[in-house]
């Protein structure tokens, strides 16, 4: 065993510890705060600081990136978050988008009764009501009068805005199948328990795309896109390890669904949902098309076959992903006899790419280094530190996760050469300022 293989077993052994340590560093460093605390916070909403709206558009990039940018029979889509009920009473959800939810009698809190194990978490009554049906849509009103005909839902997921474009997507961009939409913005559910810091809340981001399939390949695609998936999450950092595959029982299947396998990471309580990959069947364009009245069936001309495509699902979330992404990267290790905190998160996904560290403030280093910021901005987020001293500001930098600090010293002046450090490594070469912006790409393969 690995020396890191052995820091991050003790850290997973103290579970809860490491959850905390994660939260605190979230708060500390600018990652993410709680919604209006001034006002004693609003639970379940988080708002994102400097840090955490960097890495959090980070994760989004990487995924559009790899469904989107680098694929050549997907598109993008932004739907409106607001929609009226005839949408999701065609999807099923004004019907069937529910969990059970539970009222202790003793202290009357409510809970979401498929996770309490019949104990109330809050006082540990066992004395609860009957499950019920809680839907979990946010219902509002659109226009100036609240009465039903102008009611209006904010959307749980964004896969129901693709699948009402789908016959604009087709027709605009000249696509068959197979081919995908994919699409990143917010959802809203009105969560029972909200838990687990970012993992759960009623306010959140998702990463969807719609692939749409011949109903005779529906079982190749989805394993396909089980597997591509599988594998962004081990090549952006995370252990495969702390990964697992676990496909859905019959008993658990959405209504729209013929198969449903969830990713799984291994969080400080367990085994919980990172992302589904979810065989939609012809579900959602058939009850779309026959609700509207509007013909959402591809037409193949060669074959002159005319036919509802089968939707392969691959949706994940982009908060609790990002939760996932610092848990796994968080470290604790010592260099030069100093303990440290260091998190190891991809280049990809780090809020800066690069710092750079001046080693004085005086006028002559101070330009100088500015240069080397402005140089390195059009190609890398980067960071720009003067206050302490140069040890402390290597560990602010480890701490958040930068991969490259680029310290520009009074020799700098002379000899036109920075040093750049690893993060990982601690290791520093010398290189000259012309040349940095190069070896940085080259680092990263960055194009």
């Not at 997921?157 to 961009?173: C, D, R, S």
Request: aromatic share 12%; proline share 5%.
């Amino acid at each position: 065993m690995t020396p890191a293989e052995k820091r991050e077993d003790d850290l997973e052994a103290s579970a809860d510890n490491l959850f905390d340590k994660v939260v605190n560093l979230c708060k500390r460093r600018g990652f993410v705060f709680p919604s209006a605390e001034i006002y004693g916070g609003f639970r379940s909403t988080y708002d994102y600081g400097p840090l955490g709206v960097n890495l959090l558009r980070n994760v989004k990039a990487a995924w559009w990136r790899s469904m989107v940018q680098l694929r050549r029979e997907v598109v993008g889509l932004d739907a409106a978050i607001l929609s009226p009920p005839a949408v999701w009473a065609a999807s099923g959800h004004l019907r069937q988008f529910a969990d059970p939810l539970v009222e202790c009698r003793s202290c009357h809190e409510r809970w979401r009764a498929d996770k309490i194990a019949g104990v109330c978490p809050n006082c540990g009554s066992r004395d609860l009501t009957e499950a019920r049906a809680f839907n979990l849509l946010f219902k509002t009103h659109a226009g100036p009068i609240e009465d039903e005909g102008a009611v209006a839902y904010l959307r749980p997921e964004t896969a129901q805005g693709m699948f009402i474009n789908f016959a604009n997507v087709l027709n605009t961009m000249r696509l068959s199948p197979p081919f995908g939409i994919a699409q990143v913005g917010k959802s809203f559910r009105n969560e029972i328990t909200p838990q687990n810091f970012v993992f759960r809340t009623r306010e959140f981001e998702q990463m969807e795309m719609e692939y749409f399939v011949p109903p005779a390949e529906a079982d190749r695609w989805f394993q396909y896109w089980l597997e591509e998936r599988f594998r962004w999450y081990v090549e952006l950092g995370i252990p495969e390890r702390k990964l697992r595959i676990r496909h859905h029982g019959a008993d658990e299947l959405s209504h729209y669904s013929v198969a449903t396998a969830d990713i799984e990471f291994l969080f400080p309580w367990g085994w919980d949902e990172l992302e589904g990959v979810a065989n939609r069947t012809d579900f959602d364009l058939r009850a779309h098309g026959e609700a509207s009245g509007t013909r959402l069936e591809y037409f193949d001309q060669a074959s002159g076959e005319r036919y509802y495509p089968y939707v392969i699902e691959p949706a994940a979330g982009a908060t609790r992903t990002m939760m996932a992404f610092l848990l796994a990267a968080y470290d604790e290790d010592e260099v030069a006899g100093e303990p440290r905190t260091v998190l190891r998160l991809h280049w990809r996904l780090a809020p800066y790419q690069v710092a750079v560290l001046p080693l004085s403030k005086k006028e002559a280093l101070t330009e100088l280094s500015e240069a080397v910021v402005a140089a390195l901005q059009p190609c890398f987020m980067v960071d720009y530190d003067v206050t302490q001293s140069i040890g402390r500001r290597y560990r602010r930098q480890d701490e958040i996760g930068t991969p490259w600090c680029v310290t520009v010293d009074f020799k700098s002046l002379e000899d036109r050469a920075v040093t750049i450090r690893d993060r990982d490594t601690t290791e520093q070469v010398r290189v000259p300022i012309d040349s940095v912006v190069a070896e940085l790409q080259a680092r990263t393969e960055h194009c």
